[in-house]
T-cell receptor
Framework: AQTVTQSQPEMSVQEAETVTLSCTYDTSESDYYLFWYKQPPSRQMILVIRQEAYKQQNATENRFSVNFQKAAKSFSLKISDSQLGDAAMYFCAYRTGNQFYFGTGTSLTVIP | DAMVIQNPRYQVTQFGKPVTLSCSQTLNHNVMYWYQQKSSQAPKLLFH???????NEADTPDNFQSRRPNTSFCFLDIRSPGLGDAAMYLCATSRGSGGAFFGQGTRLTVV
């Protein structure tokens, strides 16, 4: 069974600083995809970034980047120049076939 | 704008009274999902459709059923809601190897 673990239930960061959210996963598959989703309070889940497992290069989307360590089964999200609007619950997700599995989330607070 | 729309946003139902949640999409995605999300927990996959093929998760209770009459619509039926079924229900879609696109969710309260 695939499992996704986010060991940081809560994180905080000062505005304009950098924060890294951790995620590890367990799988025996070789072909899969990894995602980070953002869920602001009472709002819908939004895709932040996507990584294909067969690509060694880390994905980047503006201020968001990942550190993908396939051998270690680690997939962390780095948010640079944090903004107040980044405050949300962040979920790491693993996709195999058509099924997505989610971690328990990290609640990020941005301190002005 | 292409999107995933869930109706209603908030649903209150009585214990044991059947309730249906709906989801529509304009993305023309071939896969549609239903997730249950309880407070401070990960979204839990209930089932998904790949085109018309229904895929049930092994631990999804029989109390939960789904229908997908066409590409655009998918329904979640809860036959006899219990207090433990109170949660946010998320509909999502995907196509190919991309990410899932989510609706805003329906918050179900059971009284």
């Amino acid at each position: 069974a695939q499992t996704v673990t986010q060991s940081q239930p809560e994180m905080s960061v000062q505005e304009a600083e950098t924060v890294t959210l951790s995620c590890t996963y367990d799988t025996s598959e070789s072909d899969y995809y990894l995602f980070w989703y953002k869920q602001p309070p009472s709002r819908q889940m939004i895709l932040v970034i996507r990584q294909e497992a067969y690509k060694q290069q880390n994905a980047t989307e503006n201020r968001f980047s990942v550190n993908f360590q396939k051998a270690a089964k680690s997939f962390s999200l780095k948010i640079s120049d944090s903004q107040l609007g980044d405050a949300a619950m962040y979920f790491c997700a693993y996709r195999t076939g058509n099924q997505f599995y989610f971690g328990t989330g990290t609640s990020l607070t941005v301190i002005p | 704008d292409a999107m995933v729309i869930q109706n209603p946003r908030y649903q209150v139902t009585q214990f044991g009274k059947p309730v249906t949640l709906s989801c529509s999409q304009t993305l023309n995605h071939n896969v549609m999902y239903w997730y249950q999300q309880k407070s401070s927990q990960a979204p839990k996959l209930l089932f998904h459709y790949y085109d018309k093929d229904f895929n049930n998760e092994a631990d999804t209770p029989d109390n939960f059923q789904s229908r997908r009459p066409n590409t655009s619509f998918c329904f979640l039926d809860i036959r006899s809601p219990g207090l433990g079924d109170a949660a946010m229900y998320l509909c999502a879609t995907s196509r190919g190897s991309g990410g899932a696109f989510f609706g805003q969710g329906t918050r179900l309260t059971v009284v």
